[in-house]
């Protein structure tokens, strides 16, 4: 027997503590489909069973086995023993903590005699690698299962069929598969000890189709150590397997051969281990406590992943790993034998992550970022080649539209922050359909497909009507990603610490322009993607006919916007929106930036002068007549709005004055390198007085939005306008992020309470109520990639080599300024009466 490998247990992040305590938290989560959630996280984890991102629950349980009695550790094993017959007693529940990437769950179970106890760990690792996209493809996770004391412990896990169809009436079929040991080079799978493996499909497979949202195409591999010391296994009844290890400790080694539905007698597919602790105490007084664990692993394979409209046709996507790997059984032998290098790679990529957003905001703020990493990679899927990956996204539970804009919009600083070249694989596929010519309006489409995972199109051009929103989004993102590519903004965690221990990558050889032997990106100067003002420059020549045909609609329409809907389309259609206006008028002023990357300059000046004076008009239009707030719209006096597209102007550089566009040097975080120059924005004009020293939009715009959202700040965070008392997560970070230091922090306090408090019993909402239990407003978002919104501080700090936030600083001179919000607003609803029967010119 080994002993316990002490940086396998740092590796798997089992030191971690965290803050929050949410109400759901990520156990595997992948991708739409693989996407499995500890449900009602504040309860002992054996009180529920873990669900499916919509809620639905999912066939997963884990039980040990000691002194006699069995502990179910999760789901409800225990709904299928019979008291009458079996010991049930029930662990100490220890807690859940959570990183970026990890997920723990810790138990005390009693040992013989009560003098001491077995300590057990669950600790699920969805593998966050920034460094390695390869990685980053395989649909696949870990759960390890850490086990400490002195006293025998025997192991039980299953799995049901609902984990590849959401329709219970579906047959199943199953297999074991066995991987011998062997040399990693001479062995099919690629595995080093040997697995086994329960492969888990529909007798009838539906491609690119969904029952529940779940996937009804691919097949799950659920593997565990094989060899003298790995598991035994067993496939049959749930409720005969669970009596048979409760009586028993360990399983048969048999295969159920009868297949059936997915609740008809219950398949399920289950896994046994036994920990011989008590060997340590043989003859001695005291017992010296002995360490154990298992690794088991899931993945769901499934090819194609989608379909897509590109410049070719309809196409049937494959996966990306499908580039590296043979075939499905090489894919799962490596990844069971990657765990080390997995798990070092995303403990780089949390550990930074936790400083970075502790330095940035506070332990809640460190939190509620790990919190959001994995929701929004599990929207994803990868596709492509190395050489020209591409992500798909799908927009969870609000409609399920493919590659949506203007929820990648939101979700984009958590790219920024994280692999700036992940947020151009998703760009991609939009930028290619509509360079094709299979989109025919003028705009910007709003998705490329009405649910995932096929994106058709909209030949018709009918897709939902949000012009201006999504011009503005494309504008702003693409010039946020030119400016990552002009200006080396790699942190520490994309550069791994040494090759020692690394397994190399099979196939990666063929794709040396991308990748190293190990899997690892290459850096980004050296790959086809590169970090350089060439890099960009191509990138956005590349599309720009779409860049300008999407400027010329903003040009004509987003000063004064007609009847239509912004992202928040939940809120319902409205005229002259004034942060819609904001965004669409920030998307002109990108557009100047983008036409002097490539080099037009004519276009560059036409542009800035139009944003220049369309951000004058805004400004009057925009903003109450005594200056303390932005209304909802222009003409709807005694209304207010959070203007969550400030964001963007300073995330783009444009409040960055002329006299500190200097060189810039690296940022104080530990995560943060030392730049070449700051990311200064091109052929920057003087607009408004002199003493705004030549930003886009005057400081008294943040200061005046900073003291009025510390003013109509609710318990549970800042609404989102005047309308309702709801808000959106994502637009709190967006704009606390450019408010001073105590209105951020009250927002952040406000928000991090409302984690700790809510009723809400999904994934990371990002639509609730900021007043009573803070819960769903009638809608249920959930789960959505939108929380990417939340890494909007970090995303700022790493903008212009770290001078848009030194930009702000100014905000923190002064305490918020005190408004009576009631009384302001009944003001202006009587000055904006007088104004309005004078007439708007323009209007």
Same mark, same amino acid.
């Given at each position: 027997?080994?002993?316990?490998?002490?940086? $396998?247990?740092?590796?798997?992040?089992?030191?971690?503590?965290?803050?929050?305590?949410?109400?759901?938290?990520?156990?595997?989560?992948?991708?739409?489909?693989?996407?499995?959630?500890?449900?009602?996280?504040?309860?002992?984890?054996?009180?529920?069973?873990?669900?499916?991102?919509?809620?639905?629950?999912?066939?997963?349980?884990?039980?040990?086995?000691?002194?006699?009695?069995?502990?179910?550790?999760?789901?409800?094993?225990?709904?299928?023993?019979?008291? %009458?017959?079996?010991?049930?007693?029930?662990?100490?529940?220890? #807690?859940?903590?959570?990183?970026?990437?990890?997920?723990?769950?810790?138990?005390?179970?009693?040992?013989?005699?009560?003098?001491?106890?077995?300590?057990?760990?669950?600790?699920?690792?969805?593998?966050?690698?920034? &460094?390695?996209?390869?990685?980053?493809?395989?649909? +696949?996770?870990?759960?390890?299962?850490?086990?400490?004391?002195?006293?025998?412990?025997?192991?039980?896990?299953?799995?049901?069929?609902?984990?590849?169809?959401?329709?219970?009436?579906?047959?199943?079929?199953?297999?074991?598969?066995?991987?011998?040991?062997?040399?990693?080079?001479?062995?099919?799978?690629?595995?080093?000890?040997?697995?086994?493996?329960?492969?888990?499909?529909?007798?009838?497979?539906?491609?690119?189709?969904?029952?529940?949202?779940?996937?009804?195409?691919?097949?799950?591999?659920?593997?565990?150590?094989?060899?003298?010391?790995?598991?035994?296994?067993?496939?049959?009844?749930?409720?005969?397997?669970?009596?048979?290890?409760?009586?028993?400790?360990?399983?048969?080694?048999?295969?159920?051969?009868? *297949?059936?539905?997915?609740?008809?007698?219950?398949?399920?597919?289950?896994?046994?281990?036994?920990?011989?602790?008590?060997?340590? #105490?043989?003859?001695?007084?005291?017992?010296?406590?002995?360490?154990?664990?298992?690794?088991?692993?899931?993945? $769901?394979?499934?090819?194609?992943?989608?379909?897509?409209?590109?410049?070719?046709?309809?196409?049937?996507?494959?996966?990306?790993?499908?580039?590296?790997?043979?075939?499905?059984?090489? $894919?799962?032998?490596?990844?069971?034998?990657?765990?080390?290098?997995?798990?070092?790679?995303?403990?780089?990529?949390?550990?930074?992550?936790?400083?970075?957003?502790?330095?940035?905001?506070?332990? =809640?703020?460190?939190?509620?970022?790990?919190?959001?990493?994995?929701?929004?990679?599990?929207?994803?899927?990868?596709?492509?080649?190395?050489?020209?990956?591409?992500?798909?996204?799908?927009?969870?539970?609000?409609?399920?539209?493919?590659?949506?804009?203007?929820?990648?919009?939101?979700?984009?600083? *958590?790219?920024?922050?994280?692999?700036?070249?992940?947020?151009?694989?998703?760009?991609?596929?939009?930028?290619?359909?509509?360079?094709?010519?299979?989109?025919?309006?003028?705009?910007?489409?709003?998705?490329?497909?009405?649910? *995932?995972?096929?994106?058709?199109?909209?030949?018709?051009?009918?897709? =939902?009507?949000?012009?201006?929103?999504?011009?503005?989004?494309?504008?702003?993102?693409?010039?946020?990603?030119?400016?990552?590519?002009?200006?080396?903004?790699?942190?520490?965690?994309?550069?791994?610490?040494?090759?020692?221990?690394?397994?190399?990558?099979?196939?990666? %050889?063929?794709?040396?322009? &991308?990748?190293?032997?190990?899997?690892?990106?290459?850096?980004?100067?050296?790959?086809?993607?590169?970090?350089?003002?060439?890099? +960009?420059?191509?990138? $956005?020549?590349?599309?720009?006919?779409?860049?300008?045909?999407?400027?010329?609609?903003?040009?004509?329409?987003?000063?004064?916007?007609?009847?239509?809907?912004?992202?928040?389309?939940?809120?319902?259609?409205?005229?002259?929106?004034?942060?819609?206006?904001?965004?669409?008028?920030?998307?002109?002023?990108?557009?100047?930036?983008?036409?002097?990357?490539?080099?037009?300059?004519?276009?560059? %000046?036409?542009?800035?002068?139009?944003?220049?004076?369309?951000?004058?008009?805004?400004?009057?239009?925009?903003?109450?007549?005594?200056?303390?707030?932005?209304?909802? +719209?222009?003409?709807?006096?005694?209304?207010?709005?959070?203007?969550?597209?400030?964001?963007?102007?300073?995330?783009?550089?444009?409040?960055?004055?002329?006299?500190?566009?200097?060189?810039?040097?690296?940022?104080?975080?530990?995560?943060?390198?030392?730049?070449? =120059?700051?990311?200064?924005?091109?052929?920057?004009?003087?607009?408004?007085? %002199?003493?705004?020293?030549?930003?886009?939009?005057?400081?008294?715009?943040?200061?005046?939005?900073?003291?009025?959202?510390?003013?109509?700040?609710?318990?549970?965070?800042?609404?989102?306008?005047?309308?309702?008392?709801?808000?959106?997560?994502?637009?709190?970070?967006?704009?606390?992020?450019?408010?001073?230091?105590?209105?951020?922090?009250?927002?952040?306090? &406000?928000?991090?309470?409302?984690?700790?408090?809510?009723?809400?019993?999904?994934?990371?909402?990002?639509?609730?109520?900021?007043?009573?239990?803070?819960?769903?407003?009638?809608?249920?978002?959930?789960?959505?990639?939108?929380?990417?919104?939340?890494?909007?501080?970090?995303?700022?700090?790493?903008?212009?080599?770290?001078? +848009?936030?030194?930009?702000?600083?100014?905000?923190?001179?002064?305490?918020?300024?005190?408004?009576?919000?009631?009384?302001?607003?009944?003001?202006?609803?009587?000055?904006?009466?007088?104004?309005?029967?004078?007439?708007?010119?323009?209007?």
């Amino acid at each position: 027997m080994r002993l316990f490998d002490l940086s $396998l247990l740092a590796a798997s992040g089992l030191a971690s503590a965290s803050t929050l305590t949410p109400n759901t938290v990520p156990l595997i989560v992948r991708n739409p489909y693989l996407s499995t959630w500890l449900y009602h996280a504040r309860d002992a984890p054996w009180e529920n069973w873990p669900m499916f991102w919509t809620g639905a629950h999912v066939g997963f349980s884990v039980m040990a086995s000691a002194s006699g009695k069995v502990y179910p550790l999760l789901g409800r094993p225990q709904d299928s023993l019979s008291t %009458k017959r079996h010991k049930i007693a029930y662990p100490e529940y220890l #807690g859940v903590t959570f990183d970026a990437s990890t997920t723990n769950l810790s138990y005390s179970i009693p040992a013989a005699g009560g003098e001491s106890s077995v300590l057990v760990t669950l600790s699920f690792l969805s593998p966050i690698t920034p &460094s390695s996209t390869m990685r980053q493809a395989i649909p +696949a996770g870990y759960m390890t299962v850490f086990v400490a004391g002195c006293d025998d412990l025997d192991l039980y896990t299953d799995v049901n069929g609902e984990w590849v169809t959401g329709n219970r009436d579906n047959t199943l079929r199953w297999e074991m598969f066995e991987s011998p040991p062997g040399e990693e080079k001479g062995t099919k799978n690629g595995t080093k000890t040997g697995i086994k493996t329960w492969k888990v499909r529909r007798e009838r497979e539906e491609l690119l189709t969904e029952f529940g949202d779940r996937a009804e195409w691919g097949t799950l591999h659920f593997s565990a150590p094989g060899g003298e010391n790995g598991v035994r296994y067993q496939s049959g009844t749930s409720a005969l397997l669970r009596g048979l290890f409760a009586e028993r400790g360990e399983l048969r080694d048999e295969v159920d051969g009868e *297949f059936r539905r997915v609740m008809e007698d219950e398949p399920v597919f289950a896994f046994s281990k036994g920990f011989k602790l008590a060997d340590g #105490g043989k003859g001695k007084e005291k017992c010296e406590k002995r360490e154990e664990s298992v690794r088991f692993t899931w993945a $769901l394979v499934q090819d194609p992943v989608v379909q897509f409209a590109s410049a070719r046709g309809l196409t049937m996507m494959r996966p990306l790993w499908q580039s590296f790997f043979t075939d499905a059984d090489e $894919l799962v032998g490596w990844h069971f034998d990657d765990f080390e290098t997995a798990a070092k790679l995303a403990g780089e990529y949390s550990d930074a992550l936790a400083r970075d957003a502790y330095e940035s905001g506070s332990r =809640e703020y460190q939190d509620i970022a790990a919190l959001s990493a994995r929701q929004v990679l599990g929207a994803t899927q990868f596709s492509g080649t190395p050489e020209d990956p591409i992500l798909f996204l799908k927009e969870i539970s609000s409609n399920g539209n493919f590659q949506t804009v203007d929820v990648i919009f939101p979700a984009f600083p *958590f790219f920024l922050y994280t692999n700036p070249r992940w947020l151009a694989y998703l760009l991609e596929p939009l930028l290619e359909h509509q360079l094709s010519g299979q989109y025919p309006n003028d705009y910007s489409m709003h998705d490329l497909g009405a649910h *995932f995972p096929n994106a058709t199109g909209h030949p018709d051009g009918r897709d =939902e009507y949000m012009p201006v929103e999504e011009c503005g989004n494309m504008l702003i993102m693409g010039l946020a990603l030119a400016n990552a590519l002009r200006y080396d903004t790699d942190p520490a965690f994309m550069r791994p610490k040494g090759a020692e221990g690394m397994r190399t990558a099979p196939g990666a %050889k063929r794709w040396w322009e &991308s990748v190293d032997e190990y899997g690892i990106d290459l850096p980004r100067g050296e790959a086809k993607l590169g970090s350089t003002p060439k890099a +960009a420059e191509k990138w $956005l020549s590349r599309s720009y006919k779409l860049w300008k045909q999407w400027t010329g609609y903003l040009v004509r329409e987003s000063l004064i916007p007609h009847n239509q809907l912004c992202t928040d389309d939940f809120a319902g259609w409205l005229a002259n929106q004034t942060n819609l206006a904001l965004k669409g008028i920030i998307g002109i002023k990108a557009m100047s930036e983008i036409a002097d990357i490539v080099g037009e300059k004519e276009d560059a %000046k036409f542009y800035r002068e139009t944003a220049g004076e369309y951000i004058e008009k805004w400004q009057e239009y925009g903003i109450s007549r005594d200056g303390t707030h932005a209304k909802l +719209a222009y003409t709807w006096y005694g209304s207010w709005t959070t203007i969550y597209n400030l964001y963007a102007d300073s995330l783009l550089c444009f409040h960055v004055s002329d006299k500190n566009k200097s060189s810039v040097t690296g940022g104080r975080k530990s995560g943060k390198q030392p730049r070449m =120059e700051s990311q200064i924005p091109l052929g920057q004009q003087a607009y408004g007085s %002199k003493k705004d020293e030549n930003v886009f939009i005057p400081d008294k715009v943040y200061q005046m939005q900073s003291d009025w959202y510390h003013a109509v700040l609710q318990k549970y965070g800042l609404p989102l306008d005047s309308r309702h008392l709801y808000t959106k997560s994502d637009w709190e970070f967006f704009a606390a992020a450019v408010t001073g230091r105590k209105t951020r922090t009250e927002i952040l306090t &406000s928000v991090a309470r409302w984690v700790n408090e809510t009723e809400t019993d999904r994934p990371f909402t990002d639509l609730y109520d900021t007043e009573g239990n803070g819960g769903f407003p009638g809608i249920w978002f959930m789960a959505r990639p939108v929380v990417g919104g939340h890494f909007a501080f970090l995303a700022l700090e790493r903008a212009c080599g770290g001078k +848009a936030v030194e930009a702000l600083k100014f905000l923190d001179k002064r305490e918020p300024g005190e408004v009576d919000v009631e009384l302001v607003l009944m003001r202006d609803l009587s000055t904006g009466e007088q104004y309005d029967d004078e007439g708007w010119e323009d209007l």
